[in-house]
C-alpha cells in the first residue's frame, strides 16, 4: 500500500512535520510505504485555467515542473492525504496550488454523480482521501466548511473511502497521534452524514452609504473571463449611480509588492470591496487564497471598516457548487474586519458568461442582467444583496442534462481543433500494470 501525504504547510509553521510524522507512523506499522511532499518546497506554477491539460495535452498539465510527477504520484497511491492549515475554513495557498492541478486527472466529459454534474473518471481508480487540517484554536465555522470540503474534493476525485480530521496546534504530540489513530480507523467506518455548511448572516446600514468601491478580479483568464464580464457589469452599474470605482487583477498581484499595495491602500480607502473569481476544485484558486491571506494579514493592523461581497462562477451547471467557497469568503470577511453583505453564484458560467461582457447580450443573459441591476442598487444604499436577486441569479439557465450533452460536445469540438478528440481519454500516468 502507497501512500502520499501533500504538505501544504506555509513556510515557519512545523504542524505538518509534526502530524505527517504522527501519521507515517501509524501507516507504516500497517505495512504502508509513505512518502510525504512539502509542497512549498517544490516548483509547481499556478494553473492558468488554459484546459490544455483535456484538450492538448489531455492528462498533462502544460506547464513541465513538479505538478506533472506529483499528479503521476496521485494516480498511482492507494491513500492520498491533504494535510493545511485551515485557511478561511479551505486549504493553504500552498497545498491549493498543486490540488488545482490535480484536475487533469479527470476527464472533461460530464457525467451525473448523486445527481449533481460531476467530470468522469480519466482513470480506473483513485485513492482514499484523508484530510487533515488545523487551526490555532476552535473555530466552528471553519471547521464545518474545511470538513464540508473534503467530502466535496472526494466526490469530484471519485475517493472510494474518505475521511477528515481537524486538529489544534496546542496539541500535544500524545493527542496528535491519537487523533490521527481515530482518523485512519475511520476510514473503514459508515460514512458520516454529509457535513453541513454553515449560514453567515449579512448586515446592512443604509446610514452609512457607498461611496468608493473595489473588484478584485481573481481569475487568471484576467479581462477574458466570466469573473471579469460578471464584477465589470456590476461595477459599470455601479459607477452609473456614482459610485468611484477602482478593478485589479489578483493575478498580477503575485510576487508584485508594489502594485499588491496599491490594492491593499484602495481596500482601505473603499467602503466596498467585491471578490469575483471561478470555482477551483470546489474551491477559490490558489494565488485568490495567497492575495486573501495577504489582505487578511494587513486588516489585522487597521480599524475594521467596509463591507465585503463575492461572486464566484463554476462550470458545472449547479450554482449550489460554489457554496463551499463562498462560505469561506463570508468567513474571510470576518477574519479580516469587514462587514458581509453577500454572495452571488452562478452555475454553468462557461456556458452562460462565456468570458465576453455582459453589455448588449440578450438570451439567458436578460434575468442575469436584471438581478445585477437590483444587487448594484441595494449595495449602493448600504443594503447587502437581496436573496431575490440571489436566488434569481442561482438559477440554472438550461436543464442540468442538456448542459451536460452540450458541454461535452463542446470540449470534442475545441479538441477536434487540436486533433486530439481521439486521445481525450489518455491516461498518461496508469501505472504500469
Ligand atoms: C483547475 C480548475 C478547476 C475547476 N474546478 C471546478 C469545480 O470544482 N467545479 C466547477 O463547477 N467548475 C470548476 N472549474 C471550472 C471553472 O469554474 C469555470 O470554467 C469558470 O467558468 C471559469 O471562470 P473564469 O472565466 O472567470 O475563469 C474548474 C476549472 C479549472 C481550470
Request: aromatic share 8%; charged share 20%; proline share 6%.
Amino acid at each position: 500500500m502507497k501512500t502520499l501525504i501533500l504538505d501544504g504547510s506555509p513556510p515557519g509553521d512545523p504542524m505538518g512535520e509534526r502530524i505527517a510524522a504522527a501519521l507515517s507512523s501509524i501507516l507504516a506499522s500497517g505495512g504502508h510505504d509513505v512518502e510525504r511532499i512539502v509542497i512549498r518546497d517544490r516548483k509547481i506554477g499556478n494553473c492558468s485555467g488554459c484546459f490544455q491539460c483535456w484538450l492538448k495535452s489531455p492528462g498533462i498539465c502544460s506547464l513541465d515542473d513538479d505538478n506533472r510527477e506529483i499528479s503521476r504520484k496521485v494516480i498511482a497511491c492507494d491513500l492520498l492525504v491533504n494535510l493545511t492549515p485551515v485557511t478561511f475554513g479551505v486549504y493553504s495557498p500552498e497545498l491549493k496550488r498543486m490540488v488545482d492541478h490535480l484536475i487533469s486527472n479527470i476527464s472533461p466529459f460530464f457525467h451525473s454523480v448523486h445527481g449533481e454534474t460531476h467530470h468522469r473518471q480519466r482513470y480506473d481508480s483513485y485513492p482514499d482521501l484523508l484530510t487533515i487540517g488545523w487551526l490555532d484554536r476552535a473555530d466552528a465555522d471553519s471547521e464545518a466548511i474545511f470538513r464540508h470540503l473534503a467530502y466535496r474534493n472526494s466526490i469530484n476525485f471519485y475517493a472510494k473511502r474518505s475521511a477528515s480530521a481537524i486538529l489544534y496546534t496546542g496539541q500535544g504530540d500524545s493527542e496528535v497521534a491519537a487523533s490521527m489513530k481515530a482518523l485512519v480507523s475511520s476510514l473503514d467506518s459508515t460514512p458520516v452524514p454529509i457535513p453541513a455548511l454553515p449560514v453567515f448572516s449579512t448586515s446592512s446600514d443604509k446610514r452609512r452609504s457607498v461611496r468608493r468601491a473595489v473588484l478584485l478580479i481573481g481569475s487568471p483568464r484576467m479581462g477574458k473571463s466570466s469573473s471579469a464580464a460578471l464584477g465589470g457589469y456590476l461595477f459599470d452599474r455601479l459607477e452609473t449611480l456614482g459610485i468611484e470605482t477602482e478593478r485589479f487583477f489578483l493575478y498580477q498581484m503575485t510576487g508584485d509588492a508594489g502594485k499588491e499595495a496599491l490594492m491593499q491602500a484602495a481596500i482601505d480607502r473603499a467602503d466596498l470591496t467585491i471578490l469575483a473569481f471561478p470555482l477551483y476544485i470546489d474551491s477559490i484558486p490558489a494565488p485568490v487564497l495567497s492575495v486573501m491571506r495577504n489582505i487578511s494579514d494587513h486588516r489585522q493592523s487597521v480599524p475594521s471598516s467596509g463591507r465585503f461581497a463575492a461572486i464566484a462562477n463554476c462550470g458545472f451547471i449547479e450554482a449550489s457548487q460554489n457554496e463551499n467557497a463562498l462560505a469561506a469568503c463570508a468567513r474571510f470577511a470576518r477574519a479580516s474586519g469587514f462587514d458581509w453583505v453577500g454572495s452571488i453564484s452562478i452555475g454553468g458560467g462557461e456556458g452562460l458568461v462565456q468570458r465576453t461582457p455582459l453589455e448588449g447580450r440578450g438570451g439567458p443573459l436578460i434575468p442575469v442582467k436584471r438581478s445585477l441591476d437590483l444587487v448594484a442598487a441595494a449595495l449602493s444604499a448600504g443594503n447587502a444583496i437581496p436573496e431575490d436577486a440571489r436566488k434569481q441569479l442561482s438559477k440554472p439557465f438550461i436543464p442540468a442534462w442538456l448542459y451536460r450533452i452540450a458541454g461535452s460536445m463542446g470540449w470534442k469540438k475545441q479538441a477536434r481543433r487540436n486533433g486530439t478528440e481521439k486521445r481525450l481519454n489518455d491516461r498518461p500516468y496508469q501505472p504500469a500494470a
